[in-house]
């Protein structure tokens, strides 16, 4: 099948410029500013304010450590008890350590940095969750 010239024609100019027209013009926000909607964006704000203490900081990626290695036994545990998708249920942990990965590339670049170490812990916890489970198997 030859590819021909003519089906890239009209994009030719902004090929040779190197500018492209915007697809679609910016959505404006569709719903309400609710008092509701403005507390969840702000709450990530309000968390970093609140863990400003270092001991409340401490405790609360302590939690998310400790929430993340539950969860990793817990996955670990049900789907051996079971005996059906072993292998599944670790591609799916796999999988949500590795879309965690990802964003913690994006959080890097953020000021607040409690977003970056609650992912990590949850990470740390749910990957230590899997390993443990793991070795008491074999």
């Known amino acids: ?34 008092r509701f909607q403005q507390r969840i964006t702000q709450s990530g704000n309000l ?22 290695f539950v969860v990793g036994g817990s996955i670990g545990s049900i789907t051996g008890a079971l005996s059906l998708f072993d292998p599944l249920g670790a591609l799916v942990c796999v999988v949500g350590i590795e879309l965690a990965a990802r964003v913690r590339g994006r ?8 977003r970056l170490q609650v992912l990590d812990m949850a990470r740390m916890g749910l990957l230590y969750g899997l390993l443990l489970d793991g070795f008491k198997l074999l």
Do not use: C, D, Y
């Not at 968390?47 to 993340?68: D, K, M, T």
């Not at 959080?107 to 409690?114: C, D, I, S, T």
């Open 1 to 34: 099948m030859a590819f021909h010239l003519w089906v890239l024609s009209p994009l030719l100019p902004f090929l040779k410029s190197g500018r492209f027209p915007p697809l679609a013009p910016p959505l404006a926000p569709r719903f309400q500013q609710t």
């Open 47 to 68: 968390l970093e304010a609140w863990a400003q203490n270092p001991w409340r900081r401490l405790s609360l990626l302590l939690i998310v450590l400790l929430g993340g």
């Open 107 to 114: 959080l890097l670049a953020q000021p607040l940095k409690l």
